[in-house]
């Protein structure tokens, strides 16, 4: 879907293709160096190569059950989501999400327009019903995008997450109803 930004740029949002390998690693890189809100570390996202991101791409395109979106401002990949189903009967019902977004292009209702588009797919999707996801409790940012969709708390794990510096963080879970099947 095209859409546009508040600096004038144009803002397509479309699923992802093989093509977008190269374009994939890089932003993918970016944003690991960008935010410690990822789980990715740098050394991990390192280790990832255009082969593998086009894999992972690949993955998406055979397999309708998983989805992969990507923002594309002026033509350059600055966000992407996904919403992944569990291979299980008894799970098949949920939908992980992941998010995130360049730096240099945060506010910009890039994370509120992604979410849109996920939500509608769900919507269609055969078995989900809910889509859930965990995110470090001091990303705010992020919280309030999806309390924003009505995304509410279910949980928190104490010390989820581990920091580089060896601090500990929680994480929140959030899951939000799409659909009754
Ligand atoms: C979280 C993230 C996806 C948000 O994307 P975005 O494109 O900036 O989101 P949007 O511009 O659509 O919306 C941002 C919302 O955050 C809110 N927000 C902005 N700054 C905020 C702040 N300092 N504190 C709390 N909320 C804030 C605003 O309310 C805005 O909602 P609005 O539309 O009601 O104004 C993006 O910051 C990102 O990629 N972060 C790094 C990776 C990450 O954290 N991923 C999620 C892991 S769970």
Redesign the pocket.
Known sequence: MQHFLPNGQSLEIRNAKPEDATAMLSYFRQ?TKE?G??LFTLREAAELSVESEKDYILSFLDDKKDLLLVAMAEGKLVGSITIKQPGLWKQAHLGQL????LHS????????RLITAGIRWAEQHKDMEIIH?S?FSN????I??YR?FGFAEYGRMPQGVRHQDGSYGDTILMSKRIKNL
Do not use: D, K, S
């Not at 292009?105 to 509120?112: A, D, L, T």
């Not at 990303?139 to 992020?142: F, H, I, L, Q, V």
């Open positions: 944003l935010t809100f990822l992941g998010i995130g977004i292009y945060w506010n910009m209702g890039i994370g509120r996801l995110v990303n705010e940012r992020a309030q995008l924003n």
